[in-house]
């Protein structure tokens, strides 16, 4: 009975595994530079369709393995901080985190449904789908990265709700009916509509960086690394580029104090709008910041989210203070900004994102006029978590977005290339 008991966990174990493959590969396959609609819509089908199939212990391996495909990366910041011990911890509650998600999924469905006896199997499948349907409403640590829908986005179906909700709902009928026909209905989730990606504009210049986070962070670098941005300024405008866009923290200094390095984009400002990233000091709290040079005009923007743990604890406040003191050398936490800001440049309004709050839903909220951004200028830094699959999802992310807004971005990164996302 024991070897029976221990194979059939292995099994239940195997299987969440094979879900969670399927329902990650187009994650992986984009880091490679495999982007197939038909391989990414089969293998996200496939994922879902069997994940109904399963009972609540394989939905708890599957939300284990999901965590751990999509969200491995996170971990590897903690090398910066001197802190390898506590990748397998971090990475272990990330599994768990999402284990747990997509058990109870399953349990609520199941003990929801006992109360529909001539009809509980496609009563528990219903309330399964519409969990799934809304999971990606919900953010542990305010972390809002995973969202089924997402699997769809370089494939044959769309990416909005009602599109996910037909192919939960052709997967729900086919099994309830136990006919694969009902997964024909898919087809009225089916978009033309697709995301295109370049790396150079006619007018503006992405600079792309490949500084490491220790080289970033040494003062003894900074002359040598500042020389080459502004030989990068020089040769945008030598180009007759009329906008130059630097990554996230570029000048990993507060910029606002820094009075030669001002005086230096501004005067090449004076040829060329430059948007770049650097730190900004009020003189109580640090802001991680876009600095906007456009003729003698600058303009600070703020982050208004911020990257949790990373530059905010998402904690309550005495917990927060304990988790900074041990293990960020006390360090105070960023501020962020209250309101999004949009700018200018040449007549074309931009609005600032900085890396994370990029791939967040409030960042394409409507403005006092009812718009949503047309444009959105993004600043990254990648560096914390290279090399690994976050640029890959990140820049899934965006696209996503500009499927669902329809809002061009402009992408400029350290340790990775740059792009532009539109339609």
Known sequence: ?????????????????????????????????????????????????????????????????????????????????????????????????????????????????????????????????????????????????????????????????????????????????????????????????????????????????????????????????????????????????????????????FLNREQILLKKLEERAKHISIVAGGLYWDGKTPRNSAYIFTNSHMTIANKVLLVPFGESNPLPDFLSDWVNKVFYDGAVDYKASSEVTDYKIDGITYRNAICFEATSEKLYEKDEKGNRPKNMIVLSNNGWFHPSIETSLQKILLSYYNKKYGTTIYHSINMSDSYIIKQ
């Not at 910066?80 to 399953?106: C, H, K, N, Q, R």
């Not at 909005?160 to 006919?179: C, D, G, N, P, T």
């Not at 670098?221 to 990554?247: G, M, S, T």
Request: charged share 15%; aromatic share 22%; no cysteine.
């Open 1 to 253: 009975m024991n070897k029976i008991r221990q194979y059939f966990s292995t099994f239940v174990l195997t299987r969440g595994f094979l879900i969670a493959v399927l329902g990650s590969a187009f994650i992986y396959l984009n880091y490679f530079g495999l982007n197939y609609k038909w391989i990414n819509t089969t293998f996200a089908i496939a994922s879902l369709y069997l994940l109904f199939k399963n009972e609540t212990r394989v939905w708890f391996f599957s939300g284990a393995f999901f965590g751990l495909f999509w969200f491995w990366w996170i971990a590897i910041s903690l090398i910066y901080y001197d802190m390898l011990w506590a990748t397998p911890i971090e990475v272990l509650v990330i599994m768990l985190t999402y284990g747990f998600m997509f058990a109870f999924i399953s349990w609520f469905g199941n003990f929801t449904s006992n109360y529909f006896a001539k009809h509980k199997m496609i009563i528990s499948l219903i309330i399964k789908a519409i969990w799934l349907l809304l999971l990606s409403y919900i953010h542990p640590f305010t972390f809002d990265w995973f969202k089924p829908e997402l699997m769809f986005t370089n494939s044959y179906l769309g990416i909005e709700k009602w599109q996910f909700a037909i192919v939960l709902a052709s997967i729900v009928l086919s099994i309830w009916q136990k006919k694969f026909y009902y997964l024909t209905l898919i087809v009225f989730a089916y978009t033309p509509l697709t995301t295109h990606t370049s790396k150079e504009s006619q007018d503006i210049a992405l600079i792309s960086t490949h500084t490491t986070v220790h080289d970033k962070w040494d003062k003894s670098l900074h002359k040598a690394q500042f020389d080459e941005l502004f030989k990068q300024i020089d040769k945008a405008i030598k180009n007759h580029k009329k906008l130059v866009v630097l990554p996230e923290s570029v000048f990993p200094v």
